[in-house]
């Protein structure tokens, strides 16, 4: 299988620089795949895992939440608003999180505040599933 050029960038890193097989990640449409010669495209990325396959066949898994893809001949780019490998997150960090985020989900609040806690909600359960996964 031919590689091809992926950068991974956050407002905090460069979460990625190099050559793969083939990348997985959630849009806002739904799961795509990249593979070599992958058609031109344009995308808003949703809360869900990022997955690589190196040119060496390892794999690296990951949680992502927004951002955009774009996808060129010369190279795959996608831009996140968080991104952590599975081996950087702190599962008992994520626990509490969502439980936090589900006891303030119980009270009023405005749609503005609900959309905010609901999407700190799937955050917060994506990287558990990560961590947890195997």
């Known amino acids: 299988m031919s590689a091809f050029t992926l950068h991974i960038v956050t407002p905090e890193r460069e979460a990625f620089a190099g050559q793969v097989q083939r990348l997985s990640v959630r849009t806002t449409e739904g799961d795509i795949g990249v593979l070599h010669g992958h058609t031109n495209l344009v995308s808003t990325i949703g809360v869900g895992p990022v997955k690589l396959v190196l040119e060496d066949g390892q794999q690296r898994l990951g949680a992502v939440s927004g951002g955009f893809i774009s ?20 599962i008992e960090r994520a626990k509490k999180s969502a439980e936090r985020t589900r006891n303030a989900l119980k009270e009023p609040s405005d749609d503005r505040e609900q ?20």
Do not use: F, G, Y
């Open 71 to 90: 996808v060129t001949k010369e190279k795959t780019t996608l831009v996140a608003d968080t991104l952590e490998w599975k081996d950087e997150i702190d």
């Open 115 to 134: 959309k905010r806690l609901e999407w700190k909600l799937k955050k917060a359960l994506n990287r558990i599933r990560i961590a947890q996964s195997e």
